[in-house]
């Protein structure tokens, strides 16, 4: 970089951030995005990383207010369900993602070794 006259550096403007929101609840429209989402939650063992992404897909995925009224909750109680000191019955977990277009699923746990061969 070339210095002007007096020996300061020139700055060059750095481009304006971007919010991620936006970009996230775009890319949370496509269910196979949203299941990713989730499962890479679920991977983390943090019930408010949990629930912030569940919160996350139902904003997207149709909104809070028609995910409430599809599972049958008010949205203050789907809001509270959804917080950081949430904690969902299973059966109220299922009815979110169900509203959502997802499902809960189990499947088993890969060890390391057959990930490897």
Do not use: C
């Amino acid at each position: 970089m070339t210095t002007p006259k007096g020996g300061r550096r020139a700055h060059t403007k750095m481009p304006a951030s971007v919010p991620y929101k936006p970009l996230l609840l775009n890319w949370l429209k496509d269910a196979r995005n949203a299941a990713a989402y989730l499962e890479a939650a679920f991977e983390e063992d943090d019930v408010e990383g949990l629930m912030q992404a569940v919160r996350n897909v139902a904003e997207a995925r149709g909104g809070v207010a028609r995910v409430a009224e599809k599972t049958g909750l008010s949205r203050e109680t789907l809001y509270r369900t959804l917080s950081k000191q949430g904690n969902p019955q299973v059966r109220s977990l299922a009815a979110i993602l169900a509203a959502t277009g997802l499902r809960l699923a189990v499947r088993p746990v890969e060890s390391r070794a057959r990930k490897v061969a």
